[in-house]
């Protein structure tokens, strides 16, 4: 694993299924974050974490959910899925000093129907 | 609230030179990012301002005046691989990052 890596990269889901999406990173980085990116819209941030075994809610948290057991993981949870859901997200981590920068994992492109 | 605003779309020519321009209004004020993102990747990181003035960093220079809120990416030379979106974030007084909409930029032959 180089980098942050996400999975699946993509996944078309029927409305009220459940489904966890993988985020992993290798760069010890103490921050990771989940985002959905929508056409027209900006970045929104969905939860975060700014370090192991805390988490925090972001813009747009509804539906969501996650957990932080360790430095490395950062899973994304939708409990029931619906449509409005259908969106890219990226995982993103940072070492969380003064001026670094966020690096971003694929994303995985979802698909409620 | 807060707000981040950049050009839907943006044309030029290559081998020109392009300003993208970002304005902004956040509680608080922790830096500015610009971000390249192609079509179906990930952003990835151009530049980093918090203080007023211009950095440059090859092709790329990105310029912050504060007291305006106010940032511009300016790419010179522009090449075909330079199309791309160009997003622009603030960290806030919470260090959390608040994205603009992104400026896809077109370049042309």
């Known amino acids: 694993i180089a980098g942050i890596t996400q999975a699946p990269t993509s996944q078309i889901l029927a409305a009220g299924r459940r489904m966890t999406l993988r985020c992993t990173q290798d760069m010890r980085h103490n921050a990771m974050y989940w985002y959905r990116q929508d056409l027209g819209l900006g970045l929104r941030l969905i939860h975060y974490s700014n370090t192991a075994g805390t988490t925090g809610k972001g813009e747009v948290p509804d539906g969501y959910s996650v957990s932080r057991a360790n430095t490395d993981d950062f899973p994304l949870t939708l409990a029931s899925a619906v449509p409005s859901q259908t969106s890219v997200y990226f995982c993103a981590s940072s070492d969380g000093g003064e001026n670094t920068e966020a690096f971003f994992g694929q994303g995985t492109r979802l698909t409620v129907v | 609230g807060q707000n981040i605003d950049q050009p839907t779309e943006m044309t030029a020519t290559e081998g020109a030179i392009v300003q993208i321009n970002c304005t902004y209004q956040?509680?608080?004020?922790?830096?500015l990012f610009w971000y390249q993102q192609h079509a179906g990747e990930a952003p990835t990181f151009l530049s980093y301002n918090v203080l007023d003035g211009l950095e440059e960093k090859g092709r790329f220079s990105s310029f912050l005046s504060r007291s305006k809120g106010y940032s511009y990416l300016l790419l010179k030379e522009l090449q075909m691989k330079d199309s791309a979106s160009y997003l622009c974030?603030?960290?806030?007084?919470?260090?959390?990052?608040?994205w603009g909409a992104g400026t896809k930029l077109i370049i042309k032959p």
């Open positions: 974030a603030v960290r806030d007084s919470n260090y959390q990052l608040i």
């Open positions: 956040t509680s608080g004020f922790n830096g």
